[in-house]
């Protein structure tokens, strides 16, 4: 039943709290190898992305000199605001803000994902997006991370065994300009073989992986997920309250550690009566796996 009562409700959007001021554009005054140069801003330490005969880049000329002596030299033909050739583009070099907006959008996901890797999270590709996926290496099988403030603390696992397999929990993330700047969270649960007390080799078939998320996963509730995602959050921001995504060894993205909040101007008579560790306890999700299902 349906009561005219506002509830504060948790997306799955990351706020960008604090972006760089000036974006640069580089070019080569003479000659250059241009396949060499994409392969360098394919790798390139910090996201580059090449348009026309350069490419736009976040970092100072003295990192560019740095980073691409090996091909050629590369200096500054314009620098721009970043939210004026996000909204209007520019003139020199011409591109529509469209295009500009795309190619800065990559190197916030890109920024993203290296910082994922940095912290040696579990790189896979699903179908349209690439996942990150805590490990061993950052969560011991079974442990709880606490997230939350001090008086509210709470904590949710992040990796564990049911049916005699491993989830390892994990997200998605894209950037987003419109209705603000902000990365959309999409949860990812990834499946491994057990071996020991410990995660074996990732089935690799995604039919298994499809079939697992639907029926280990399936008691996992809107506070199981909700949890899950604000442990996997603290685990990537600690105590700060952002995720810093670097952008060039000078300056950085900020996001908002925690999601962005919105009321709803109703809600249901069902009160909210789970206990905070709910998630942890349900049948279909920690080790008393239904075999059945995974026929």
Request: proline fraction near 6%.
């Amino acid at each position: 039943q349906i009561e005219e009562s506002p509830e504060v409700l948790t997306s799955s959007w990351l706020r960008i709290a604090h972006v760089p001021e000036c974006i640069r554009y580089y070019h080569p005054p003479g000659a250059i190898n241009h396949m060499l140069m994409h392969e360098f801003c394919k790798n390139s330490l910090f996201p580059a992305e090449i348009y026309q005969r350069g490419f736009f880049s976040f970092a100072m000329p003295d990192e560019i000199e740095s980073h691409f002596a090996s091909i050629g030299k590369f200096v500054v033909h314009s620098e721009h605001n970043l939210l004026e050739i996000l909204e209007e583009g520019s003139k020199s070099p011409s591109i529509y803000s469209r295009e500009a907006q795309n190619l800065v959008l990559s190197m916030f996901r890109k920024s993203w994902e290296r910082l994922c890797r940095t912290i040696g999270l579990y790189e896979y590709p699903f179908s349209m997006q690439t996942g990150f996926h805590v490990t061993s290496d950052q969560v011991a099988l079974g442990k709880k991370i606490p997230w939350g403030p001090q008086e509210h603390r709470r904590s949710s696992m992040l990796r564990n065994a049911a049916g005699g397999k491993v989830w390892q929990y994990g997200v998605s993330a894209t950037p987003f300009l419109w209705p603000f700047p902000h990365f959309k969270i999409k949860a990812r649960v990834l499946f491994a073989e057990r071996a020991g007390i410990e995660a074996g080799k990732i089935f690799d078939d995604t039919d298994k992986q499809h079939r697992f998320r639907r029926s280990i996963c399936k008691g996992w509730r809107n506070k199981a997920w909700h949890g899950r995602l604000m442990a996997f959050l603290e685990l990537l921001s600690g105590t700060s309250p952002y995720i810093e995504l670097p952008l060039a060894g000078s300056c950085s993205l900020s996001l908002d550690a925690n999601p962005v909040s919105v009321i709803s101007p109703i809600t249901t008579v069902l009160p909210d009566t789970m206990p905070e560790e709910a998630e942890e306890q349900d049948a279909s999700t920690l080790g008393n796996f239904d075999a059945e299902e995974d026929e």
